[in-house]
Structures are given as structure tokens and as C-alpha cells.
């Protein structure tokens, strides 16, 4: 029976093993989910491709005439291609959406620290040439992407506001939430540690939250929310994590928060 037992035990041990050393390997894969859908052909004409740090990056600059303009950083299973029509009809500002390397037809490869400085670049390099001040420059970022956007605050202190959807900690808390049986936490690759950096951004905030999230656990974009330096508004509605776009309050409250800062 003790035979037995033991065996049982290392057979679960080495099934252990194996899943931690699987989620080790294999991290990037569920952490950056590139989608590559065909842009449609209306949009073209908004096309703001860039060589970013050296790699083509692809994208769209909605210009609607309008004084302010949203930079919106996409979750990790999103090809911006797809959010073209939504934001041209729903924000009232412009919108500048920009792949990630590896997503939709951008070159390279996903990683925290290339994202970020890509994004903190594209910043610079929109501003460089449209001429557009900080204060009509506004910061968005979705799920993984609220992650992004919340380190381009911190380094671009002067924005004009943050606009974070279904937010996060970190992505520890994530992985504590989805695989509370394995200690990814300790292994992460790619943490983007959002709380790091909240305390250091003193922008007005809109925090949007989903109540009924299978994905980000609510509490842990509660906390980031309540850590944030600056003014902040924020919002729970009830919604999924991937439907939280199609609640009717969702554009609402962003353009509400655009246009309040003046």
C-alpha cells in the first residue's frame, strides 16, 4: 500500500512538473494572442503605417476634425483592424489605433518591454507630427493593454487623461486568478506591473470595470484604480470581460471624461 502511495505521488509530482514547466515555456502564447484580420477597405485611406524602433508597425489615425485624440492600446487577443468601424462611430474625438509588433500586419515580435517602448515612441512621434498639444492627447488601454497604457502615463506625465478598461494589477494577479494551482507569478516573463507605476501618474483617470469578469478579477482593477495619483472616476458595469464594449454607458462615460477636460 505505501508502494502504492508513493507512486501515485510521483506520478502526480512529475504531472506537476511538467504543467509548470509547459506554462513556463509556453507563457507568450497566452499572453500575447496576435489576430490578423483583413482590414476593411473604408479605412484605408486612414492608414498611419510607422517604423517604430526599427520595425513596421501598422495602423489607423481616425481623424474626425475633432480637437481631442484618444491612443487606444488593445487587449491581448485584438488586431485594432477590427475596432476601426466601433471607434469611428462611438468616440467623439480622433483616434489613433496602432498594432502591436506581431499582431495583425505589424512585423516583429510581442514583449512588454518592446510594446511599451513602442507605444511611449508612437506617442512622441504622433505629437511630432501633427503638432497636437499634451493636453488634448489622451491615453486608452484595454485589458492587456491597460497595462501599456498605464507605463506610457508614467512617462508621459503630460497627457491629458487615462482611460483604462478592465484593468489590472498585474499580471501575476491574472495568473494567480486563472491558475491559482501554479506559481506563475514567480515566472513571469512579461509581469506588467501597472501598480508599480499608478501611484506616479497624477492625470485624471477613468477606471472601467466589468462585473461579471471571468478573465481580470474585478478587486485586483479596483485596486489599481484606487492607487492612482491623480483625480479619478471610477465605473462598474454589468458586463462579461468581452462584451464590456457593447453596454450603452461604456462610450458614454468615455466621452463624457474626454470632453469634461477641456
Not at 494589477?169 to 516573463?189: C, S, T, V
Amino acid at each position: 500500500m505505501g508502494a502504492l502511495l508513493l507512486n501515485i505521488l510521483l506520478i502526480v509530482a512529475a504531472a506537476y512538473g511538467c504543467a509548470v514547466l509547459w506554462m513556463w515555456l509556453r507563457q507568450e502564447h497566452y499572453q500575447f494572442v496576435p489576430k490578423h484580420y483583413d482590414p476593411f477597405p473604408e479605412f484605408e485611406h486612414y492608414r498611419w503605417d510607422r517604423v517604430i524602433n526599427g520595425v513596421k508597425l501598422q495602423g489607423w489615425f481616425l481623424d474626425k476634425g475633432k480637437d481631442k485624440t484618444v491612443i487606444y492600446h488593445g487587449g491581448n487577443a485584438e488586431d485594432l483592424a477590427g475596432h476601426c468601424e466601433e471607434m469611428m462611430k462611438n468616440l467623439d474625438a480622433n483616434v489613433l489605433l496602432v498594432n502591436y509588433r506581431g499582431y495583425g500586419q505589424s512585423e516583429g515580435k510581442p514583449g512588454e518591454k518592446e510594446i511599451v517602448a513602442d507605444c511611449i515612441a508612437i506617442y512622441d512621434l504622433f505629437r511630432e507630427e501633427t503638432g497636437t498639444p499634451s493636453e488634448q492627447m489622451f491615453l486608452m488601454g484595454r485589458s492587456l493593454g491597460s497595462g501599456v497604457s498605464v507605463q506610457v502615463a508614467a512617462a508621459r506625465p503630460e497627457a491629458a487623461g487615462l482611460i483604462l478598461v478592465t484593468p489590472y494589477e498585474n499580471i501575476a494577479a491574472i495568473a494567480r486568478f486563472q491558475y491559482p494551482w501554479l506559481p506563475l507569478h514567480r515566472m513571469l516573463r512579461h509581469p506588467f506591473p501597472a501598480i508599480n507605476f499608478a501611484p506616479q501618474i497624477k492625470m485624471s483617470s477613468l477606471v472601467i470595470l466589468s462585473e461579471f469578469d471571468k478573465v481580470i478579477p474585478i478587486e485586483s482593477g479596483r485596486r489599481l484604480g484606487e492607487v492612482l495619483g491623480g483625480s479619478k472616476k471610477i465605473i462598474t458595469l454589468p458586463t462579461g470581460h468581452m462584451d464590456i464594449n457593447e453596454h450603452p454607458d461604456y462610450f458614454k462615460a468615455i466621452n463624457r471624461f474626454v470632453k469634461k477636460l477641456m
